[in-house]
C-alpha cells in the first residue's frame, strides 16, 4: 500500500461521508412542506412546524418520537438510499483503517540495515571489533564497563547476544 493508494482510499471516504449525510438532509422529515409528516410504522402525525423547534441532528436518520423507530418517518425509497449509503460509508471506513494500519506497519518495517548498524554504534560506547558476514554485522563492544556483543542482521532487526 502507497500513500498515494491510502489518500485516494480517505478521498473515496470523505466522498461516502458527505453522500450519507447529504441524503440524510435531503430526506429530512421535518423540512419538507407539508404541515404534517406521518410515521409507516405506527402511523402517528407529527407536526412539522413543532418539529423544527428541536435541534437538527445531521449524523443519523431521525426515530419517531412515539415507537422510537428510525425508518418510520421515510419513505422506502429513501430508507434504501440512506442504508446503501451508511453500509459504503462503513465500508469505506474499514479499507481506510486497513489501509492505515498496513501503511504504518510498513513504515515501521522499513528499518533498514544501516538503521540497525548505527543503532547498534550508538549504544556501544567502546568498538573492540566489528565481524561482516552476510546475514547481519557483529559488533563487540563495552556499555558502562561491561562486555556486550550485538547484531545488526539485513532486515533491521537488532539484537544482543
Given amino acids: 500500500m502507497t500513500k498515494k493508494d491510502y489518500e485516494l482510499l480517505k ?10 449525510f447529504n441524503l440524510l438532509q ?21 407536526n412539522t412546524s413543532m418539529m423544527l423547534k428541536q435541534p437538527l441532528s445531521t449524523s443519523a436518520p431521525y426515530k419517531c418520537p412515539v415507537c422510537k423507530n428510525s425508518e418510520g418517518l421515510y419513505s422506502q425509497t429513501a430508507n434504501k438510499r440512506i ?3 451508511y453500509e459504503a460509508y462503513l465500508i469505506s471506513k474499514k479499507k481506510v ?21 548505527n543503532e547498534c554504534e550508538d549504544r556501544l560506547e567502546i568498538i573492540y571489533k566489528v565481524t561482516n558476514t552476510p546475514d547481519f554485522r557483529e559488533y563487540h563492544g563495552e556499555i558502562g564497563g561491561d562486555a556486550l556483543v ?12
Fill in 11 to 20: 478521498e473515496r471516504h470523505e466522498k461516502a461521508i458527505n453522500r450519507y
Fill in 26 to 46: 435531503q430526506f429530512n422529515p421535518y423540512t419538507v412542506k407539508a404541515k404534517y409528516v406521518t410515521c409507516r410504522k405506527c402511523g402517528s402525525r407529527f
Fill in 83 to 85: 442504508k446503501q449509503a
Fill in 97 to 117: 483503517d486497513k489501509a492505515a494500519a498496513e501503511l504504518t506497519s510498513s513504515e515501521n518495517d522499513t528499518r533498514t540495515f544501516t538503521d540497525a548498524c
Fill in 150 to 161: 550485538l547484531r545488526a542482521y539485513k532486515d533491521g532487526y537488532v539484537c544482543e547476544k
